[in-house]
């Protein structure tokens, strides 16, 4: 089971490691717009919808890439007192009533809107570019699917709590600079 969860996560920080890519493509395109717009008085036709499409890739790509590591926004003001045989069971329950039925509903209806895309061989209506976006919105369902993949190694990972009374280690990717900091100056060595 154990080795169900951490290949989940790896993968999970494996796409999330590539689509993390789509930040330097959409900086520099979004630099490069400004220069031919602003010096060059002669602006792309193009740029404002590849930067809408590597954002919406970013956003999509990076939610179930943050699940894996743990780092989604939680109102944590009693939870974390709680011991993590209780704490597993709250997020179970959370998994189970929330979170699986809204990542059921992304892939559906997202897998309804990218067929209709691809049906159509949508293109955008916002520039005279007309790029093709069909390709973009096959990332709706997608990201459903990583969701709903990952929150099954959450549930995994919420069952092994409950039993042990311990979370299972999560495999670190990154760290938040506050967390670094607070250990640097604890004296704790992070490696």
């Known amino acids: ?25 959409l900086t520099l395109s979004v630099a490069y ?3 031919v717009r602003y010096v060059l008085n002669a602006p792309t036709v193009w740029a404002f919808d590849m930067m809408v499409q590597m954002y919406g890739a970013l956003f999509l790509m990076a939610g179930p890439y943050a699940l ?9 003001v ?17 998994f189970i009533v929330f979170f699986f039925p809204g990542m059921l509903a992304l892939f559906w ?9 691809w049906r159509y061989h949508e293109v955008s209506w916002n520039s ?13 369902p997608l990201a459903g699917a990583l ?16 039993k042990t009374n311990q979370w299972l280690p999560r495999l670190e990717d990154a760290q938040e ?10 004296g704790l060595d992070l490696d």
């Open 109 to 117: 209806f997202g897998w309804e809107i990218a067929s209709d895309s």
């Open 78 to 94: 009693i939870y974390r007192f709680l011991q993590p045989r209780s704490q597993a069971k709250l997020d179970l329950l959370l």
């Open 128 to 140: 005279p570019a007309r790029i093709q976006i069909y390709f973009f919105k096959t990332l709706i």
């Open 68 to 76: 894996a590591q743990d780092t989604h926004v939680r109102a944590d």
């Open 1 to 25: 089971m154990i080795s169900l969860i951490h290949a989940i996560e790896s993968f999970n920080i494996w796409i999330g490691r590539a689509f993390g890519w789509c930040i330097l493509i």
């Open 177 to 186: 600079t506050e967390d670094i900091l607070t250990h640097q100056a604890a």
């Open 33 to 35: 717009e400004v220069f």
């Open 147 to 162: 969701f709903i993949v990952q929150g099954v190694a959450e549930c995994l990972r919420c069952y092994l709590a409950i």
